[in-house]
């Protein structure tokens, strides 16, 4: 099964050809009026940006809180040196805030054991956190351990759920028609799947996608380990 890193180029996913995921465009749909920080980032003045989105992160800023994480996961050495713990405290502090690029970053985290001891069960959670808050690429991978049983209760039909709604999302982010979810691309992850489930397996994952609503705001205080 194939699962994603947030910062990663994608590749072909549940039902669609091989196509760009939307997380760029998650970002570019959802990010606020880009910071003092992000422009002195993108002037080169790295650590500067650094110290302004310090400052503002303990100010309580969730997007300042996300690109700490995102730069102490990297370590890329002309910004900053690479520091797990960092990355993950500023990451729960964004996705307590409800902030679902930093929920995938802590799944990926856990499931590749950066600075923790790897634990499917910890990335599970918090992909499937992600994808209760409508971010495609932890729909995608909470779908594929949902498919395998891996860190979490199996469940095909929840996993057929969130394959259609990553379909969804890939067609509405690439502005191409609506997917015939009744014939995914053969070979696909969901087309796989969907040759598993009975007719009424696969109609009842069609209506929990209907019904779908992504979640918003902050995360229960009981998230916060």
């Given at each position: 099964?194939?699962?994603?890193?947030?910062?990663?180029?994608?590749?072909?996913?549940?039902?669609?050809?091989?196509?760009?995921?939307?997380?760029?465009?998650?970002?570019?749909?959802?990010?606020?009026?880009?910071?003092?920080?992000?422009?002195?980032y993108r002037q080169g003045h790295y650590a500067e940006a650094m110290a302004?989105?310090?400052?503002?992160?303990?100010?309580?800023?969730?997007?300042?809180?996300?690109?700490?994480?995102?730069?102490?996961?990297?370590?890329?050495?002309?910004?900053?040196?690479?520091?797990?713990?960092?990355?993950?405290?500023?990451?729960?502090?964004?996705?307590?805030?409800?902030?679902?690029?930093?929920?995938?970053?802590?799944?990926?985290?856990?499931?590749?054991?950066?600075?923790?001891?790897?634990?499917?069960?910890?990335?599970?959670?918090?992909?499937?956190?992600?994808?209760?808050y409508g971010f495609s690429p932890a729909q995608n991978n909470v779908a594929?351990?949902?498919?395998?049983?891996?860190?979490?209760?199996?469940?095909?039909?929840?996993?057929?759920?969130?394959?259609?709604?990553?379909?969804?999302?890939?067609?509405?982010?690439l502005g191409g028609p609506k997917p015939d979810l009744n014939h995914p691309?053969?070979?696909?992850?969901?087309?796989?799947?969907?040759?598993?489930?009975?007719?009424?397996?696969?109609?009842?994952?069609?209506?929990?996608?209907?019904?779908?609503?992504?979640?918003?705001?902050?995360?229960?205080?009981?998230?916060?380990?």
């Amino acid at each position: 099964m194939v699962r994603f890193v947030v910062r990663v180029a994608a590749i072909a996913l549940s039902i669609a050809a091989p196509m760009m995921f939307g997380a760029e465009a998650f970002a570019a749909e959802t990010a606020p009026q880009r910071s003092e920080g992000e422009n002195l980032y993108r002037q080169g003045h790295y650590a500067e940006a650094m110290a302004w989105w310090t400052e503002h992160a303990a100010k309580g800023d969730i997007e300042s809180a996300r690109r700490l994480g995102v730069e102490y996961m990297d370590g890329k050495p002309w910004v900053v040196p690479q520091d797990y713990n960092k990355a993950r405290a500023y990451h729960l502090q964004a996705a307590m805030g409800g902030e679902p690029r930093s929920m995938m970053d802590l799944g990926t985290i856990y499931e590749s054991g950066l600075g923790v001891p790897a634990n499917m069960s910890e990335a599970a959670r918090w992909y499937l956190w992600g994808a209760k808050y409508g971010f495609s690429p932890a729909q995608n991978n909470v779908a594929t351990l949902l498919e395998s049983g891996e860190g979490i209760a199996k469940d095909e039909v929840e996993a057929y759920k969130y394959y259609i709604l990553v379909a969804l999302d890939q067609a509405k982010t690439l502005g191409g028609p609506k997917p015939d979810l009744n014939h995914p691309p053969q070979g696909s992850a969901m087309e796989v799947l969907a040759r598993r489930l009975t007719p009424a397996q696969r109609a009842e994952g069609r209506a929990r996608a209907e019904k779908f609503v992504a979640l918003t705001g902050p995360l229960p205080p009981s998230e916060n380990h």
